[in-house]
């Protein structure tokens, strides 16, 4: 059973271009999360999705970032027109169940993918 | 609030020695979660341990070790005899049991020495 698998590991845009950040959540999990890593920091929660659902994207920049996560195919982190600000790394969680109060599961973590703006 | 503070950015031992990262959180809830995880020189993020606010007792696991103290709300991790291997950016994380998001704090970058 693989993990959660992400792909790019690194990524090299130009600034204005755009990025696009893919997330295969473990088989049989249908909520993913994404977060962000900024240099020297920890990791900061940016949306959270379930299968063609956004379900908080309370974390995630209101301008350039969007998330899908189809019925099919990975979970995509799409940025436009990047910004050197936007340099970070971008973890991808997933889970086979969710809910408050309806007992959590570990989020099991892909291995990140490391944008870098130039 | 719910927070969590990584007081130490960096710690630097010998190896060999013991060495304790600290964690304190806040928080309003009286269930929730807590974590470490590992980010070797390599990035992934390696999960360690997952502990609930109702079980205080403290957990070892070869070399690591990890104390949980409501009272102080600190939940504190201890490498003894530390290796080379160890050294890495630890973080501890938070989540409440109303919700899914993990609180990180800053980590701790651990450096052994050989």
């Known amino acids: 059973n693989a993990g959660v698998m992400q792909n790019p590991r690194h990524l090299v845009r130009r600034r204005g271009q755009e990025a696009r950040l893919r997330c295969s959540p473990m088989?049989?999990?249908?909520?993913v999360y994404w977060y962000r890593q900024l240099p020297e920091e920890g990791l900061k929660f940016m949306v959270y999705?379930?299968?063609?659902?956004?379900?908080?994207e309370s974390g995630m920049p209101k301008e350039r970032f969007s998330a899908e996560f189809p019925k099919e195919g990975p979970s995509i982190l799409r940025i436009q027109q990047v910004v050197r600000g936007d340099s970070a790394a971008y973890f991808c969680?997933?889970?086979?169940?969710?809910?408050?109060?309806?007992?959590?599961?570990?989020?099991?973590f892909g291995q990140g993918t490391r944008l870098t703006v130039v | 609030a719910q927070k969590v503070t990584q007081a130490q950015t960096e710690i630097s031992v010998v190896e060999k020695e013991d060495v304790t990262l600290d964690c304190v959180y806040e928080?309003?809830?009286?269930?929730?979660?807590l974590f470490w995880y590992k980010q070797p020189p390599s990035g992934e993020l390696v999960f360690l341990i997952r502990?609930?606010?109702?079980d205080e007792q403290n957990e070892i696991s070869g070399r690591y070790s990890w104390n949980f103290q409501k009272s102080t709300s600190s939940f504190n991790f201890t490498i003894t005899a530390s290796q080379v291997v160890d050294s890495a950016v630890y973080f501890c994380?938070?989540?409440?049991?109303?919700?899914?998001?993990?609180?990180w704090g800053a980590g701790t970058k651990l450096i052994i020495k050989p």
């Open positions: 994380a938070l989540r409440w049991d109303s919700n899914y998001q993990l609180i």
């Open positions: 969680a997933s889970s086979p169940r969710m809910g408050p109060g309806r007992g959590h599961t570990e989020a099991f």
């Open positions: 928080t309003r809830d009286t269930t929730y979660y």
């Open positions: 088989k049989g999990h249908s909520h």
């Open positions: 999705l379930q299968k063609e659902n956004i379900i908080d």
């Open positions: 502990r609930n606010s109702f």
